[in-house]
């Protein structure tokens, strides 16, 4: 059984950053996701076991950038010039499997942390 933790979340003016914690256990496909309140669960940005492949959802490209510590078994997510529209609750999630020629789409994830609200006010 993997357990993901989540932390970092927070309240945060329009224009600032924060940065998501989530520790894990061993080495998988990793994934941010988020959800805003009556929307459907998206990915924001995902890294492959290694950090090899990225992918950034087209909303958070140039602003977002996951990373990961396979020493700490830890993934990060820093945020910066967050906008009102950044406002969900954000998910860790763990996949074992690999992403072939970045299909990122096709990854299907095994493991989910309990969420990390952010809020960004105007």
């Known amino acids: 059984q993997v357990q993901l933790v989540e932390s970092g979340g927070g309240l945060v003016q329009a224009g600032g950053s924060l940065r998501l914690s989530c520790a894990a256990s061993?080495?998988?496909?990793m994934g941010w996701f988020r959800q805003a309140p009556g929307k459907e669960r998206d990915l924001v940005a995902g890294?492959?076991?290694?950090?090899?492949?990225?992918y950034y959802a087209d909303s958070v490209k140039g602003r977002f950038t996951i990373s990961r510590d396979n020493a700490k078994n830890t993934v990060y997510l820093q945020m910066n010039s967050l906008k009102p529209e950044d406002t969900a609750v954000y998910y860790c999630?763990?996949?074992?499997?690999?992403?072939?020629?970045?299909?990122?789409?096709?990854?299907?994830?095994?493991?989910w942390g309990q969420g990390t609200q952010v809020t960004v006010s105007s």
């Open positions: 999630a763990a996949s074992t499997a690999f992403v072939r020629d970045s299909r990122w789409s096709e990854v299907r994830y095994d493991y």
């Open positions: 061993g080495g998988y496909t």
């Open positions: 890294i492959s076991r290694h950090g090899g492949s990225v």
